[in-house]
């Protein structure tokens, strides 16, 4: 396995050391990971191919992980070291190192298979890097803000768009605004809130992804699938009250 492309399947659920744990899925060479934030307002679901034999493994610490695979050099061989039959080792090898990572137990992480979506959403955006780059630059600039409002809108030329704001739009508050284009049936009323850090991380670490799609719904639930060279992860964040 190339290196670059496993140090990307680790960022794209470790979010700059935000989740640590994760369960494992390997089977007829397809890894399926299964991952949420420690206060479950994100859960996330990554599928790539790899070579390995079938196993169900536990991490624990991924950022031990992610140090080890970075001090190797770009071609990697992963194998499994067992005790009894159960892989207790990840071998990493490649020209310079044999390195070892401990393995944990599976059923000792708690694993989310799914998450209920309601039926109808209000809108899905195909997000753009400008997009991308315009919201870590908001959050970069406000960054105590911990709360990203959505509403959806017209605006000044009639056109149907998502409002994205940090910050509170009052006459004594500090507040970024900048807007998406997409398509919806109705208008919101309310805006609905999300965590501010958790999608900047996602953004951040999918900022070269081949496609992202950002889907909303008004229960208070948001969608977001990332493809990059045969990386597919979907990310489910739930509003803030």
Not at 66 to 95: A, R
Not at 131 to 146: D, G, H, Q, S
Not at 225 to 238: A, H, K, R, S
């Amino acid at each position: 396995m190339e290196k670059t492309k496993l140090v990307k399947v680790i960022e794209k659920y470790h979010l700059s050391k935000l989740i640590e744990k994760g369960c494992w899925t390997i089977k007829d060479n397809t890894l399926k990971i299964n991952f949420n934030s420690p206060n479950k307002d994100l859960v996330g679901f990554l599928t790539t191919d790899i070579q390995l034999e079938d196993a169900d493994v536990g991490i624990f610490d991924t950022e031990q992980l992610l140090s080890l695979v970075n001090i190797t050099d770009e071609t990697l061989l992963l194998s499994f070291n067992k005790v009894g039959g159960m892989p207790s080792q990840l071998n990493i090898e490649d020209n310079n190192f044999s390195l070892l990572y401990s393995l944990s137990d599976s059923t000792l992480i708690e694993k989310i298979e799914s998450v209920n979506k309601p039926s109808t959403p209000l809108t899905t955006i195909d997000i753009q890097t400008e997009f991308i780059v315009n919201y870590l630059r908001a959050k970069k600039a406000l960054t105590k803000e911990e709360r990203i409002n959505i509403q959806l809108g017209i605006n000044d030329q009639d056109e149907k768009i998502a409002r994205f704001m940090l910050g509170n739009h009052t006459t004594y508050s500090n507040s970024i605004r900048f807007e998406a284009y997409c398509d919806f049936e109705e208008q919101m009323s309310n805006s609905i809130a999300f965590n501010a850090n958790l999608l900047k991380e996602l953004l951040a670490v999918n900022k070269n992804a081949e496609t992202i799609k950002l889907t909303l719904w008004k229960e208070g639930l948001m969608k977001i699938e990332t493809t990059e060279e045969g990386i597919d992860v979907e990310y489910y964040l739930v509003g803030l009250q």
